[in-house]
C-alpha cells in the first residue's frame, strides 16, 4: 500500500469498474463462472466504495481514518448510493 490509502482504494476501484466493463461487453451473454465473478465484483466494488466514504466521514468529523474497516458484503450491499 502507498502512502495515500485513498488513492489505493480508487485504483483497486478502477480496476474492478474496468473488469466489470469487460465482462459487461461479453457477446452472448455471460456464462456461469463470468456471472459468479461478476457478482463478485460487484460485491468489491460495493466494499471499496464504502471503505471510501467511511474514510472520508471520518477525516471530516476529525476521526482517524486509519479505524476505517472494510465491512462484509452483507452489510454494505443494499446502501443507496
Do not use: F
Not at 488513492?7 to 455471460?30: F, N, V, Y
Not at 465491512?71 to 443507496?80: A, D, H, K, L
Amino acid at each position: 500500500m502507498s502512502d495515500n490509502p485513498e488513492q489505493d482504494i480508487m485504483t483497486t476501484i478502477r480496476g474492478l469498474m474496468d473488469e466489470e466493463h469487460a465482462l459487461r461487453s461479453t457477446q452472448g451473454g455471460l456464462d456461469p463462472e463470468e456471472r459468479s465473478r461478476m457478482r463478485e465484483v460487484q460485491e468489491s466494488l460495493d466494499q471499496c466504495w464504502d471503505l471510501l466514504r467511511q474514510r472520508r466521514a471520518r477525516s471530516e468529523y476529525d476521526q482517524d481514518p486509519e479505524e476505517a474497516r472494510v465491512r462484509p458484503v452483507s452489510e454494505v450491499r443494499n446502501y443507496r448510493q
